[in-house]
């Protein structure tokens, strides 16, 4: 990673001290634009391939992205070559582990370098261009990863050196705490204004002040200190402070000599000091519920609560009423039991309907899903290989509705539900035998928070 960090920071370097000596080239521009972030398509490329993608369609939906904002710098470096630096923040439902997509939003901060080939000079209307560079992000502001980018896109000449531009950049990740992701831009750049050298200007010559008449000197303010030696000559004061009074130097209303923290505002019952904060976390004393132990401001200076004393904060808990593991962000492990009512959930070869031993192990599943109102189901429908893989896929999905379908009816939220076919394209058994088709013939149930 700090190779990483220090590639990216010599390429910005040396593209900006190289612009600077070719100022015949694209002068120096600044703007902003726009950005969808897609994890779909490359997640969906990595578990398939690319022609897979491309005669499913199976990449990312426009409701799928992320929308963000970026600024963007430019330069020129040579007639075909430019340098752009992209900086730009989404608020993002994918999480960074390639395995599993997070519900919750969190914020990603991007940072970007490259290098753009262009095919045609800066005068032309439409310019297409390569670009290729390096990347810098940071996730839910604690998770710091590097990537390579390449991509292409066009330019727009507006006239006056401003331009708009489109591309699509994929990020290639260097480390194993992300994914690869897809970026459509769309931004707008304008030159930056030229610095302009102001005008020497000639000081006019000056005649020489009239001496000033003889000051007698007097005590205006009757301190016993002539105005000559008085520092303050219209208040009273005293000699040891130049003839102005005891001073009171953060304005407290007490004055140095008996302020024990005279450079700090304070009050008179703490000798000119601000109320203590005996535990420091910033609640005063007078303010803290819990002085002698450090808490935050939302919960009067005490420490986050832990409602359901699992060991884990509220703040951090997504069950905070509920005890559970801290592998399962303080919820309820329940996969283990969603594990053993799925094996109780198979269809007849050919078959949609839920056959009626299979209704008590649901009710089992509402009964789960009632007791735990965060709890959220993937229902994955499964066939085995009898069939065309088109019909199985629809057979699969139907499965999964069906109990989709059940669960509804009975009151499960379909926000916490949802249900996905996948054919026949995932076995569990060898579908050369009776036996082996029958448990490829079933529906598995994944619970998450």
Same mark, same amino acid.
């Given at each position: 990673m700090r190779k990483t960090i220090l590639t990216l920071s010599t390429i910005c370097i040396m593209a900006v001290t190289y612009s600077q000596s070719n100022q015949t080239f694209r002068d120096p521009s600044l703007g902003f634009g726009f950005f969808l972030k897609d994890f779909v398509t490359p997640v969906n490329i990595h578990n398939n391939s690319l022609g897979h993608v491309l005669s499913k369609g199976d990449y990312g939906k426009i409701s799928d992205m992320t929308l963000g904002i970026h600024v963007n710098y430019n330069q020129g470096i040579t007639s075909h070559l430019d340098f752009r630096a992209l900086l730009g923040g989404t608020f993002t439902k994918y999480g960074y582990s390639p395995k599993y997509l997070s519900t919750q939003e969190d914020f990603a901060l991007d940072l970007k370098a490259h290098v753009n080939l262009k095919l045609?000079?800066?005068? *032309?209307?439409?310019n297409p261009y390569l670009t290729a560079g390096l990347g810098l992000a940071e996730f839910k502001a604690n998770y710091l990863f590097g990537s390579i980018n390449y991509g292409s896109g066009f330019e727009v000449n507006i006239g006056n050196g401003s331009f708009i531009y489109i591309q699509a950049v994929y990020d290639n990740v260097l480390t194993h705490k992300n994914v690869d992701n897809l970026n459509y831009s769309i931004g707008y750049a304008a030159p930056l204004p030229k610095k302009v050298k102001p005008a020497k200007v000639i000081e006019p010559i000056q005649t020489p002040p009239t001496p000033p008449a003889p000051v007698v000197d007097k005590d205006t303010d009757g301190d016993g200190i002539p105005d000559s030696k008085d520092k303050c000559p219209s208040i009273a004061g005293i000699a040891k402070y130049n003839g102005c009074p005891i001073p009171d130097t953060d304005g407290d209303g007490i004055n140095d /000599? +008996?302020?024990?923290?005279?450079?700090?505002? #304070?009050?008179a019952r703490y000798n000119g000091c601000p109320i203590p904060d005996t535990d420091g976390d910033g609640v005063n004393d007078e303010q803290d519920s819990c002085p002698n132990v450090a808490g935050l401001v939302r919960y009067h200076g005490c420490p986050v609560p832990d %409602?359901? #004393? $699992?060991?884990? &904060?509220d703040d951090l808990d997504k069950c905070p009423t509920v005890k559970g593991t801290k592998e399962n962000s303080g919820c309820p492990e329940m996969q283990k039991k969603m594990n053993e009512l799925a094996k109780n959930v198979y269809f007849k070869s050919g078959a949609s309907k839920i056959s009626s031993k299979v209704y008590k192990t649901i009710d089992e599943v509402i009964v789960v899903m009632k007791a735990n109102p965060t709890l959220k189901l993937s229902i994955e429908g499964h %066939?085995? &290989? %009898? #069939? %065309? /893989?088109?019909?199985?896929? $629809?057979?699969? +999905? /139907?499965? *999964? $509705? *069906?109990?989709?379908s059940y669960l509804k009816k009975k009151g499960i939220d379909s926000k916490r539900l949802i249900a996905k076919g996948y054919g026949s394209e995932k076995p569990v058994a060898d579908n050369k035998t009776e036996v082996g088709k *029958?448990?490829?013939r079933r529906v598995e149930l994944k619970a998450t928070y």
């Open positions: 045609l000079s800066d005068k *032309a209307l439409i /000599e +008996q302020d024990s923290c005279p450079k700090v505002p #304070g009050l %409602t359901d #004393g $699992d060991g884990i &904060n %066939t085995d &290989n %009898t #069939g %065309t /893989e088109s019909v199985n896929k $629809d057979l699969s +999905q /139907e499965r *999964a $509705d *069906a109990i989709v *029958a448990k490829n």
